[in-house]
């Protein structure tokens, strides 16, 4: 992987657990990104831009309280980072816990992140938590 890629990726998450959206925002292609979230989440879709990642982050929040990304790993080739972490939170609506692993393909470029696709190990259970499975 590169150089550039795992600091940023570094960067990212270390923001991210430091909970700045400052510092996360500045690893950000801010015009060109997109996140795409699984389609079966409350969250779910596809968001463009640093405004598209704060609305994403908004309706993360508005789903979950104390998330955290535990055991945070990095690893990958080039351009792309896969980072692969427990998500751990409580949900707003059920007061339920949850601790899914996830695997996070973020793409690099020019020093920024363009792109994060998370691949959730079990969306039945995030949705079961959430009050939404059935």
């Known amino acids: 992987m590169s150089t550039e890629a795992l600091q940023v990726a570094e960067a990212f998450y270390g923001a991210t657990a430091a909970r700045d959206p400052a510092a996360i925002e500045a ?3 801010y015009d060109s990104l ?16 640093v405004e598209g990642f704060r609305d994403l982050s908004t309706k993360v929040a508005a789903s979950w309280k104390r998330a955290r990304l ?23 609506g059920t ?23 998370p691949f959730y190990w079990d969306t039945y259970a995030v949705r079961e938590v959430l009050g939404l499975a059935g």
């Open 95 to 117: 007061g339920q816990e949850v601790a899914v692993p996830i695997v996070e393909v973020l793409e690099v470029r020019d020093g920024k992140i363009v792109s994060i696709r």
């Open 34 to 49: 997109v996140v795409i979230e699984p389609d079966g989440l409350p969250y779910g879709g596809t968001y463009s831009g």
């Open 70 to 92: 535990v055991d945070v790993h990095l690893a990958g080739a080039g351009n792309r980072v896969f980072a692969h972490y427990i998500f751990s939170a409580i949900s707003r």
């Open 27 to 29: 690893t950000l292609a």
